[in-house]
């Protein structure tokens, strides 16, 4: 048994991909996961593919929140101008990009959004502030306050993004002699404080180059400094269906535990 699904998601009905497509797309995403095997441990290049690639640029803004910060949670914490990630690492948020999902002219305290660089080629340049949290750090808000109803004042980014790389996936993929394309992963085994990271994983398997079959029950491990510093290469195929937008990443190098 395998599972897999596909979404589409726009702010303009007619933009949204018809059900027809959707549906296809969902079925050859799970027929090619039939016959999935495990593989051995070892430790080898991983390539994540843009919705992957999304979540770790999720875990990314959760340390850079300042409510995580000022508790001294966040593996980030005290970093702000120095040297966290690849050169390749150029993160950007911005809440004006006209259509887009995360887009709003003011925050939840009323403060007007703006486009800021949060990390320029591997450089931290600013957190995720509201009043609150940037005042317990001596700073000010960088306008992203969020609340829900009925929940506490918190810290959202708006439109969070990876600066689009050059390379398409496929020449990503083709520069892996070893290694492992990730297109899902399960749990939420990332330590926010110690930057530890783990979770359950499944993808293909990379040989010389090309896809070889299709993996399952397998764990994936690392640090997210050495995983931000590692970004070896950032793929042009940018998923822009959600909030966070990004495209494949390739990192150097992470523990794949298995048979």
Do not use: H
């Not at 403060?111 to 509201?130: A, F, N």
């Amino acid at each position: 048994m395998q599972r897999d699904y596909w979404y589409s998601s726009n702010r303009k009905f007619r933009n949204l991909e018809s059900p027809k497509s959707v549906g296809a797309r969902a079925a050859q995403r799970v027929l090619r996961r039939l016959g999935a095997r495990k593989v051995k441990t070892c430790e080898v290049p991983i390539v994540f593919d843009p919705e992957m690639a999304a979540s770790l640029i999720r875990n990314l803004s959760s340390a850079l929140s300042g409510y995580a910060l000022y508790k001294g949670a966040s593996f980030l914490t005290g970093k702000l101008g120095t040297k966290i990630g690849s050169g390749l690492l150029t993160v950007i948020d911005d809440g004006t990009i006209p259509g887009a999902l995360g887009s709003r002219p003011f925050d939840a305290e009323g403060l007007p959004t703006r486009k800021k660089t949060v990390v320029e080629q591997g450089e931290l340049q600013s957190y995720l502030l509201d009043t609150y949290s940037g005042k317990k750090l001596g700073m000010k808000s960088t306008g992203n306050a969020s609340r829900s109803v009925g929940e506490a004042p918190g810290v959202s980014p708006a439109n969070f993004y990876l600066a689009s790389g050059k390379d398409s996936p496929e020449k990503i993929i083709k520069s892996v002699k070893a290694g492992l394309y990730v297109t899902e992963m399960i749990g939420f085994g990332v330590n926010m404080v110690t930057g530890d990271y783990s979770r359950g994983a499944a993808g293909f398997w990379v040989e010389n180059g090309s896809i070889q079959y299709p993996v399952a029950e397998i764990t994936i491990a690392g640090n997210l400094r050495d995983m931000l510093k590692g970004i070896a290469a950032v793929g042009n195929d940018v998923d822009v269906r959600g909030g966070t937008r990004v495209g494949s990443i390739l990192l150097q190098e992470m523990t794949i535990a298995g048979e």
